[in-house]
C-alpha cells in the first residue's frame, strides 16, 4: 500500500518532543508518607504498654506497624518518563521500570486518594498529592493510546 504509515514508540516520542519528564511528590505528602508509620509505631508501643503486654496487643501492633512501614515503602515518591522510553517509579524500597505498552489501564482510586497504574507487572499507587499528575497520564495516554483512564472526582477529571 502506497499511503501506509507505521508509527513506532521512538516516532511518538519525536513528536511529544520529550528528552526526559520528572514528577516528584509534594513535600508535605512526601512528609505524612515518612511520619504517619512512625506514628502508628508509637501507637503501638503505647497499646502494648497501656494493657501489659497481652498478647492481643502485641499481635496487633506489630501488624499495623508492619503494614504502616510496608505501604509507605512502597509509594512512589518520583516517576520519571525517560528517553529510552522507559517510565519509572522510585520509592523507598523499590524502583519499577515500565514500558508504556505495558500499562493495561490508569484507574482512580478515591478511597485511598491515589492514581493506579495498572500493568503486566503489577500495580502501582501515585498518590494524588503529586504535581502534575494530569500532565503525567496524559503523556502516557499519548505514548500508549490503548490504555484505559478512568478518573474522577479526585483529579478534576471524568
Known sequence: MPNECIITLSD???YLNL?????????KA???YKLWPALI????IFLIWAFEA???SIVFAVLASGFAWWRSGYVPLLVTIR?????QFKSFLKEIEIRP???????ENTYYREVAVLSRKGRIAIP????????????????????SVKLGKLTGRK
Open 83 to 87: 528517553s529510552d522510553g522507559y517510565i
Open 101 to 107: 505498552e505495558d500499562i493495561r489501564a490508569i484507574i
Open 128 to 147: 494524588i498529592g503529586m504535581p502534575n499528575i494530569i500532565d503525567f497520564i496524559e503523556t502516557v495516554k499519548q505514548l500508549n493510546p490503548a490504555i
Open 12 to 14: 511518538n516520542w519525536e
Open 41 to 44: 509505631t508509637l501507637c503501638g
Open 30 to 32: 512526601a512528609l505524612s
Open 19 to 27: 528528552m526526559e519528564k520528572t514528577y516528584v511528590l509534594s513535600d
Open 54 to 56: 497481652t498478647p492481643f
